[in-house]
């Protein structure tokens, strides 16, 4: 079973202030999903990583999928209260189509 | 993409009894499953529900505590049995499509 290490756990920050997520494994990612998840709601998916050095943007998000597929970033620029969730990152398991291991999460507040 | 609707949508038992989850999807999806989380945290795979066959569950939980029907592509129940505090936790049914996965919102049981 694939480990995603997840950091940091919790984030605080102020409106406006960015901040970066990381996602780490030892092994290689076949493709590596970015969730965020708010209160009372189930995961939601904001970008799927699949190429080595791929960078994606979705907004203010930004999604980084390092050359050798271990690991990843999502970085947000001057974050909203909006922006407030769990964000997971999770990679599909080799031995089930469509099962997903998950990060640990990274709760992330962003207070006005 | 596809819309789960789960219910109920929180719950409050008395230990030994059962609480039975549901889960309809609006599309057909060719994966469902059943994760377990704390409020906050990670996502832990509880079982495959697989259509018109018995779930295939993960190491640590078993059939007995947890049974799972799924009669058709769209549908599927989780059944919480014998409930202690324990089991109190945010259960969420997920299905995949060809790239990713849909959640429905959850349901957060209290055992008491």
């Known amino acids: 079973t694939q480990l995603l290490e997840q950091s940091p756990q919790f984030l605080s920050i102020q409106e406006g202030e960015n901040l970066t997520v990381y996602c780490n494994s030892s092994s290689v990612f076949s493709s590596l999903q970015w969730y965020r998840q708010e209160p009372g709601e189930g995961p939601v998916l904001l970008v799927t990583?699949?190429?080595?050095?791929e960078v994606k943007k979705l907004k203010r998000l930004t999604f980084q999928f390092g050359d050798a597929r271990k690991d990843s970033s999502l970085h947000i620029t001057a974050a909203q209260p909006g922006d407030t969730g769990l964000y997971l990152c999770?990679?599909?398991?080799?031995?089930?189509?469509?099962?997903?291991?998950f990060g640990a999460g990274t709760q992330v507040v962003v207070t006005p | 993409s596809a819309v789960i609707s789960q219910k109920p949508s929180r719950d409050i038992c008395q230990r030994g009894t059962s609480l039975t989850i549901q889960c309809q999807v609006d599309?057909?999806?060719?994966?469902m499953f059943w994760y377990r989380q704390q409020p906050g945290q990670s996502l832990t795979l509880i079982a495959t529900a697989n259509q018109g066959s018995e779930a295939t569950y993960e190491s640590g939980f078993v059939i007995d505590k947890f049974p799972i029907s799924r009669p058709n592509l769209t549908f599927s129940t989780l059944t919480v049995s014998n409930m202690s505090p324990e089991d109190s936790s945010i259960y969420l049914c997920s299905g995949t499509g060809n790239t990713e996965a849909f959640f429905g919102q959850g349901t957060r049981l209290t055992v008491v």
């Open positions: 999770a990679s599909r398991l080799t031995d089930s189509w469509g099962k997903l291991q």
């Open positions: 599309s057909q999806v060719t994966m």
């Open positions: 990583v699949v190429t080595g050095g």
